[in-house]
């Protein structure tokens, strides 16, 4: 059953269930983020821990972070009578991760995982074309930071293929298998993921008169894609590579700065207007996700200096940390922030604070294991630190899950429709 074919109060109940199932799958991915932490204490001869690791990355971009922008956007850009379209596209996501669920734990990338993955990759495609035709007509700022953000979620998925490129001709050693890698997470983290939580962001700031408009609003837009197309060369910093890469690098990371700070100015300067407006959860949680923003454009512009590039390279934990900064601290806790004003999400209070708790604990345990590194020494118990961060904020994520559920007593089924 669609949304658009049922009443409102129904329409509800079945949007509300489409973000229970992205928290599931964040739930699932969490679960899997715990086990991997125990692996890196107690390894096992049977469970492959590379093969766990891609079932737990591609369950928690996809299931939840990409379910749930699909979901925001199909509901604020696509109108109700549109919105049939999207039920076998958001089946099929569902069908696909299932699918890289079950098999990236016993073969990694073979010939399984890669059918499920191509899957979810070809429907993000018909996805992409179907919200863009809908799209047409709205010629608003935020409708343009869709389109964009489609864009670059196709572009990002050159990466994967030249993986397999770079597999087949046993060139999987070289730098270039590495900065296919870091092409596709640029384009999908800062592209995608950034441009479709910008578009739920502008499109109530548009209304409220908080945006540019005409040739400031293109210029605003032009400096954004302009700025993500050259940060793609921060990825490629530690390869040593010609001066004009790194000056590449280093203006598009303060250009975005500089527009990321103007953005967060903007929505200080209406913060009273924005207080008014939002409940009271949705707000502070979208003041972590600025806060987070604004620190993940300020990593960003900083690492196109020598030592942070050296230091980064040598740090995997650094690495780490800062996807999680952008991943949870930037578009979850935006996503989280979105679904909550709009109804479709319960908040829990506690859930949001062990999820926030340990969030920061984790950040916090991966610089200051990195920093002890670089002095020739090691957090004491430093593995068994992170996976106690790890289950508390699996058990914050659990929490949200069980909340959420809450408000559809009774339902059975977790596959709806979108919107």
């Known amino acids: 059953m669609n949304v658009a074919d049922t009443n409102p109060q129904t329409a509800r109940t079945q949007e509300q269930r489409g973000w229970q199932t992205a928290l599931l799958w964040w739930v699932v991915a969490g679960a899997l983020g715990v086990l991997l932490r125990y692996l890196l204490l107690r390894p096992s001869a049977t469970l492959v821990y590379p093969y766990w690791l891609h079932a737990h990355s591609h369950v928690v971009l996809l299931g939840w972070a990409f379910n749930a922008l699909f979901l925001a956007l199909v509901a604020q850009f696509v109108s109700s009578a549109q919105q049939k379209a999207y039920r076998p596209i958001w089946i099929g996501f569902q069908v696909a991760i299932v699918g890289m669920l079950g098999l990236f734990p016993v073969q990694g990338y ?65 730098i270039w298998y590495n900065l296919s890698i870091y092409f596709y997470l640029h384009f999908l983290y800062n592209g995608w993921f950034i441009f479709g939580c910008l578009a739920l962001l502008i499109r109530p700031l548009e209304r409220w008169g908080c945006m540019p408009t005409g040739r400031a609003a293109n210029w605003f837009l032009a400096v954004w894609v302009a700025a993500t197309v050259g940060t793609l ?75 942070a590039t050296e230091w ?46 340990f969030f920061i604990l984790t950040e916090g345990g991966l610089v200051f294991e990195s920093i002890l590194q670089r002095t020739g020494t090691y957090l004491p118990y430093f593995a068994q630190l992170m996976l106690f961060f790890s289950v508390g904020l699996w058990m914050g994520v659990v929490g949200l899950w069980r909340a959420a559920t809450g408000q559809t007593k009774g339902a059975t089924s977790m596959e709806v429709a979108p919107g």
Do not use: N
């Open 233 to 307: 060369a921060l990825s490629a910093l530690w390869t040593q590579p010609p001066a004009w890469v790194w000056g590449v690098g280093g203006v598009a990371g303060i250009v975005q700065l500089g527009a990321g700070s103007w953005l967060i100015w903007q929505l200080w300067q209406g913060r009273s207007r924005l207080q008014s407006e939002l409940r009271p959860v949705a707000y502070r949680l979208g003041q972590l996700a600025l806060v987070s923003f604004g620190l993940k454009l300020g990593l960003q512009a900083w690492s196109a200096s020598v030592w």
């Open 312 to 357: 980064s390279y040598a740090q995997r934990h650094l690495v780490i940390a800062y996807l999680h900064l952008v991943f949870i601290g930037v578009i979850s806790f935006f996503l989280l922030a979105w679904a909550i004003q709009r109804g479709v999400l319960r908040p829990s209070g506690p859930a949001l604070g062990l999820i926030l708790v």
């Open 110 to 174: 073979a010939a399984g995982s890669i059918v499920f993955s191509t899957l979810h990759v070809l429907l993000s495609y018909y996805m992409a074309w179907r919200l863009r035709t809908d799209l047409r007509p709205d010629r608003s700022l935020a409708a343009r930071f869709v389109r964009w953000g489609l864009l670059f979620l196709v572009v990002s998925t050159l990466g994967p293929y030249a993986l397999g490129i770079l597999k087949a001709r046993h060139l999987h050693e070289t």
